[in-house]
């Protein structure tokens, strides 16, 4: 369980991480800046197990992985929006952050309420409201994904078991 944190629509790659970091290799580092181009204060304020939840087209703009990676390093336990951009939800699960989409997200989560993310159940459950949502499943090869922590990891499992 963990506290969500609401943002509106259209935020975009460079507002969750701003292009200037992109020469960034460190994790910590990246987390550092984390929606700093909406919120300055996230990091400091966001804890392991909080979940970020988000109108329309999240992630847009550029291919950078930085910015799942930095959400991902600030210890995010998923990523709730009403809609994704196509190469952000990509590369959230290549990485291992678990998203779902929640029609009307932010019209059924506060910025505040306590929150749990099922992927594997297709749950998202407001502890706070009390309501339970149903959300699509992951095809089982991309829930395995996730589950092992990003596409490397994945292939590394998949290898040890030939």
Known sequence: MGTAF???DDVDTDQILPGKYLAVTDEAELATHCMEGVDPTFPERFEAGDV???GTNFGGGSS???APIAIGANGAAAVVASSFARIFYRNAINI???VVELDRATERIDDGDEVVVDTAAGTVENRTTGETYDVATHPPFIQEIIDAG???EYGRTVLDEE
Request: no cysteine; proline share 7%; glycine share 20%.
């Open 150 to 152: 990003g596409l490397i």
């Open 96 to 98: 291992g952050l678990p």
């Open 52 to 54: 970020v939840v988000a």
């Open 6 to 8: 609401v943002f509106g």
């Open 64 to 66: 950078r992985e930085h």
